[in-house]
């Protein structure tokens, strides 16, 4: 079977970054907030940072073992690795950055990711999204039996962000080959991956599809950084099999999920809807209150009320003439409140 | 306007009147002898004195000596430079501050150091004598009383070059399947290439006006070992007119290699794309 399989262990400055992954055919991202070791992983992998403990196996090739005293230097590995600003080459072209590792298939690439017009161009006259497709094309270039990226997408602006973030996809869809990546944002992961990990302080906490991880966070930092809302109460069971969350601020909840004593309640903001009057729908939960922001993305509307952000269309938000200050209901079913119960050792919260 | 807004005023004028003219006095210390030099000769005497045979015999002595040392700082200096600037290692501290010694220490020293190693009575002059190779007193102690002092000047922007690369491209070269040769050639030798030619400039300049370790360990043989700076001093007693061409000679050298210095920048950005371009289009 074609996979990347490591199990390392690396000390860095502030933690020991302690993992263990499979990424088969398919493209994986190991999410995490910046300082979390994701890029420490990438390097170990490459070559370029030696782990402490462990072992790296690329389709079965043992590219380290520590045990074993193997530790196969990053030019042996084969693992193709786009940088975090994609290290271009600055004193050579577009075509020397992309033959570097060996001329044969540079023509072909730079058709590929139509550079081919940049071909005697040097990096520092390209564009965001052009360097990334060079740095891909010189990546891909050496035939890796692996292709890992840094931060694909935080190089550039939030203009062009999208639009790159789209065109990886289709490569990234289109190649045969375990694909590793890193990133501090889910959005990019979730867009990008068929897999993804959330890593902390060099741990992971969960794995799973995006959808996974949205459905059931394991705790409340993988909410949170999966974008929930998070509210904290106390759970106790209640009457027709649902469990009762009185908030810190006294309001209750309602919640599918078994749960009992100190919770943190995660609600997604696309499962919160927002009225004027308090409307008899299936909705269990309501928070009443006045709007304290509303923020227009796009076609969207990010609506505030108390601690909660709801997300409505725009069209509705127009339609209800939503402004700040005025007074409204934002209600979610309890099939929609996820309980995640607050032990000691998950963020060191009490 | 009041009178202490005027009073103020006048003392603010005054105080960078009395910078400008530290500055003035400063520059016109530092040039009035080298122009003194071309005034005391005639153009037409400086040229025709520059075609002596003493003169002649320095400026090649200088010229093939300073080359060879030149080479040879260049072909030790660097790999020893990239070897000091990418490596962490016990002890490095002390290899740095030991590269550097030579440019603290007297030259006089340096030449008698260099004696009591390479000297006919000194350290390995047995195995030299043994070989058959005399070393003191003749071009080859030329060459490496040059090499001694100059090759810090070298060394040390080498380090300093090697250690300001990128290293992100270091490493992207490495998983691109170029070993640390490869690499060392392609990547990290050309990107240094500005920083090392204006340490090589600089290594060169000192070794050009080299006087005191010279002397003490090569002698001052006409056509042998007297390089221009020797050749001056030895004119001196004998004939000032040739001294002062011979000294026209080296400010004239000496003022080619430090506008070299300064232009090299100017010209490598100009040409090629370096990391700042880079830099600026990588926060748009």
Not at chain 1, 75 to 93: I, K
Not at chain 1, 99 to 127: D, N, V
Not at chain 2, 103 to 108: I, K, R, S, T
Not at chain 2, 194 to 201: D, F, P, Q, V, Y
Request: no cysteine.
């Amino acid at each position: 079977m074609d996979t990347l399989e490591l199990d390392i262990a690396l000390p860095l400055r502030s933690f020991r970054l302690e993992l263990a992954l499979a990424v088969g055919r398919e493209t994986f991202a190991l999410v995490g907030p910046s300082g979390a070791g994701k890029t420490s992983v990438l390097r170990a992998i490459a070559g370029l940072a030696r782990p402490q403990r462990g072992r790296i196996t690329l389709d079965g090739r043992v590219l380290f073992d520590a045990e074993a005293k193997v530790d196969r230097p990053p030019e042996e590995r084969r693992v193709g690795l786009v940088f975090q600003d994609y290290a271009l080459f600055p004193h050579m072209t577009v075509e020397q950055n992309v033959a570097y590792s060996g001329r044969t298939r540079a023509a072909e690439l730079l058709e590929r990711f139509r550079i081919g017009h940049l071909a005697k161009a040097r990096p520092g006259e390209l564009s965001g999204g052009e360097r990334q497709r060079v740095g891909l094309a010189r990546a891909l270039a050496r035939n890796p039996d692996a292709l890992l990226l840094d931060e694909p997408l935080s190089a550039l602006d939030a203009h062009t962000r999208s639009a790159v973030r789209a065109e990886l996809k289709d490569v990234l869809d289109h190649l045969d080959l375990p694909v590793l990546l890193v990133t501090h944002d889910f959005h990019d992961a979730v867009v990008l991956a068929d897999r993804v990990a959330v890593i902390v302080d060099g741990r992971l906490r969960q794995t799973g599809t995006p959808s996974d991880l949205i459905a059931a966070p394991s705790d409340v930092f993988v909410a949170s950084f999966t974008g929930a809302n998070l509210l904290s109460g106390r759970a106790r069971r209640s009457s027709g099999g649902l469990t009762q969350v009185t908030l810190d601020d006294g309001s209750i909840l309602y919640s599918v999920d078994e749960a009992e004593g100190p919770v943190d309640v995660a609600v997604y903001p696309w499962e919160v809807s927002v009225a004027r009057e308090p409307t008899r729908d299936s909705a269990l939960n309501h928070v009443r209150g006045p709007i304290t922001s509303l923020v227009r993305i796009g076609n969207r509307a990010r609506v505030q009320v108390g601690g909660l952000v709801g997300e409505v269309t725009a069209a509705s938000a127009d339609r209800l003439g939503l402004e700040k200050g005025d007074f409204v209901v934002a209600s979610f079913k309890a099939a929609a409140t996820r309980l995640v119960e607050r032990t000691t050792d998950a963020d060191g919260s009490p | 306007m009041s009178r202490s807004d005027r009073a103020g005023r006048w003392r603010r004028s005054l105080f960078f009147a009395l910078l400008a003219l530290a500055t003035a006095l400063a520059l016109a210390f530092f040039l009035l002898p080298l122009v003194a030099i071309f005034l005391r000769v005639p153009p037409g005497d400086l040229v025709a004195q520059l075609g002596s045979e003493v003169a002649v015999d320095a400026l090649v002595v200088t010229l093939k000596a300073n080359a060879i040392a030149q080479a040879l700082i260049l072909a030790l200096g660097t790999p020893a430079a990239y070897f000091i600037a990418s490596r962490r290692f016990r002890g490095r501290a002390l290899v740095i501050t030991l590269v550097e010694l030579p440019l603290v220490l007297p030259p006089a020293v340096a030449g008698l150091a260099l004696l009591a190693a390479f000297g006919r009575l000194g350290l390995l002059g047995g195995t030299f004598e043994a070989l058959g190779v005399e070393v003191s007193f003749t071009q080859t102690a030329v060459v490496l009383a040059v090499a001694y002092v100059a090759s810090p000047f070298y060394i040390r922007q080498a380090i300093a070059s090697f250690e300001a690369l990128d290293q992100p491209l270091l490493d992207a070269s490495r998983t691109l399947g170029a070993g640390p040769a490869r690499t060392f050639f392609r990547i990290a030798l050309p990107l240094a290439a500005k920083g090392l030619s204006a340490g090589a400039a600089l290594s060169f300049a000192r070794g050009i006006g080299e006087f005191g370790a010279t002397i003490m360990f090569a002698g001052s043989l006409q056509g042998v070992t007297q390089t221009l700076s020797l050749a001056i001093y030895a004119q001196f007693d004998l004939d000032f007119d040739v001294a002062l061409a011979l000294g026209a000679l080296l400010v004239i050298v000496s003022a080619a290699i430090l506008l070299t210095v300064k232009l090299l920048p100017a010209w490598t950005r100009s040409n090629s794309t370096s990391l700042f371009p880079f830099a600026r289009f990588g926060s748009s």
